[in-house]
């Protein structure tokens, strides 16, 4: 069967006019979802879909599934895909190499022919990048029961549109129920967006499971002053309490070398103006770690970090909220083993690899057989205009997703 390929050329061309739509000058993409640039990109990836004779539904957070019937209309589908929308300074595979595989996938087994038992679903998961309205991977989340409906829809931005309402903006509120149907399995393909893969020279990462992901808001407050008489001393700056604040994040990754990761990716300091003292910081803190106990523990040193510099700064607020936890995950021991059955099939050279990033397959494996491949990226650099994967590699994994799919679609 290996003898079945996908069409890499025609991959590579549906990526490139993927990335048309929300192209930055410097090469990548900014599609945020539920911006009108997502809304050109689920309209192309809508008539492709209906161009390759697939019957798409939007469910109600805005979730696209192109359904593929099988021979035996009674096994639940077995699910391929990703997402569409991107970081603000995203590349052009974050996601969108999932998708558009898994549309390669159905368009190949539409040229040969190939009917399957199971019918085969590619989906367009919304909102997976939680940059615009966190958190991350949320309608994935809706969808395996981690969040209920109206907390997805109710998402707020910084503008304060919701979800749902810009899911009606863009009219992309679905009908269709979220969840509760059986699905056979998922197999997500992604660029690894990390260094390993390509450092070892290996073609395919067979992904085992995910690390946890922590994010918290928090927020400084002390009091606006002018820049010029104010004292030093006499200054309650809240960006200079938490300037010694960052200090004590990035340490707490550090001493859980070389796992760790602690990220300040949001930093908002007010008024913002260069002659007051800022009165109020708002920012962010991601934090990760493959082990759940460590997760835990770093949790509980950012804690400490907090009090102390409440102990500094007695004249000051610090506020630290948790607004969500993905904990670490396993992937399903089958559906592993069908990629790697499909890596070992194609003569491609592969690693057992855990996932750094977060991935909708992360909470859909909590209700469904999931499993994951990667393939390698250009330097590991990835939520960067840079991101790139050879036309090959990304061949290479539409073709281990061909074959992961088939295995469990036909059996
Ligand atoms: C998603 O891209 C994440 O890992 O934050
Ligand atoms: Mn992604
Ligand atoms: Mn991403």
Redesign the pocket.
């Known amino acids: 069967m290996t003898s079945l390929q996908v069409n890499g050329e025609r991959l590579w061309q549906s990526l490139m006019t993927m990335a048309e739509i929300g192209a930055t000058a410097k090469g990548g993409v900014n599609r945020q979802t539920l911006t009108d640039e997502d809304r050109r990109g689920r309209d192309l990836f809508r008539r492709w879909c209906e161009e390759a004779g697939l019957t798409v539904t939007v469910d109600r957070m805005g979730s696209m599934f192109g359904h593929r019937p099988g021979r035996d209309p009674d096994r639940p589908p077995v699910v391929l895909g990703s997402h569409l929308d991107s970081?603000p300074t995203g590349g052009k595979f974050?996601?969108a190499l999932g998708v558009l595989a898994a549309l390669e996938v159905i368009r190949t087994l539409n040229d040969r022919g190939v009917a399957t038992e199971a019918p085969l679903e590619i989906v367009n998961w919304t909102n997976?990048?939680?940059v615009r309205f966190p958190p991350?991977?949320i309608a994935s989340g809706v969808f395996a029961g981690v969040f209920d409906l109206e907390y997805g829809l109710s998402r707020t931005d910084h503008a304060g549109h919701t979800i749902g309402g810009e899911l009606q903006r863009i009219g992309y509120a679905g009908p269709q129920k979220v969840g509760h149907r059986p699905l056979g399995a998922l197999f997500e393909l992604h660029i690894e967006?990390g260094p390993i893969l390509e450092a070892e020279d290996r073609r395919i990462g067979v992904v085992t499971g995910g690390q946890g992901?922590r994010w918290y808001d928090c927020e400084v407050i002390g009091a606006e002053s002018h820049a010029g008489p104010t004292p030093m001393e006499a200054r309650r700056d809240a960006l200079r309490a938490t300037a010694e604040l960052l200090g004590e994040i990035y340490a707490i990754a550090q001493a859980h070398a070389p796992d760790g990761r602690a990220t300040v990716g949001e930093l908002r300091a007010f008024p913002g103006s260069r002659n007051t003292v800022p009165g109020r910081v708002a920012f962010t803190v991601?934090m990760?770690h493959p082990d759940g106990g460590v997760m835990d523990a770093m949790d509980h040193a950012l804690r400490e970090a907090f009090e102390r510099a409440r102990g500094r700064a007695p004249a000051l607020e610090f506020h630290l909220h948790e607004i969500w936890y993905a904990p670490p995950v396993a992937f399903d021991a089958a559906c592993i083993a069908a990629v790697r059955d499909a890596t070992l099939a194609l003569g491609l050279s592969a690693r057992e690899i855990v996932?750094?990033?977060?991935?909708d397959a992360v909470y859909m494996a909590r209700v469904v057989p999931t499993a994951m491949i990667f393939v390698p990226c250009k330097d590991g650099i990835?939520?960067n205009e840079a991101e790139y994967a050879s036309p090959e590699a990304c061949a290479d994994g539409a073709n281990v997703l061909l074959h992961a799919v088939l295995a469990r679609a036909a059996a």
């Open positions: 970081q974050d996601g997976e990048e939680g991350a991977m967006q992901t991601d990760r996932s750094g990033a977060g991935h990835s939520h």
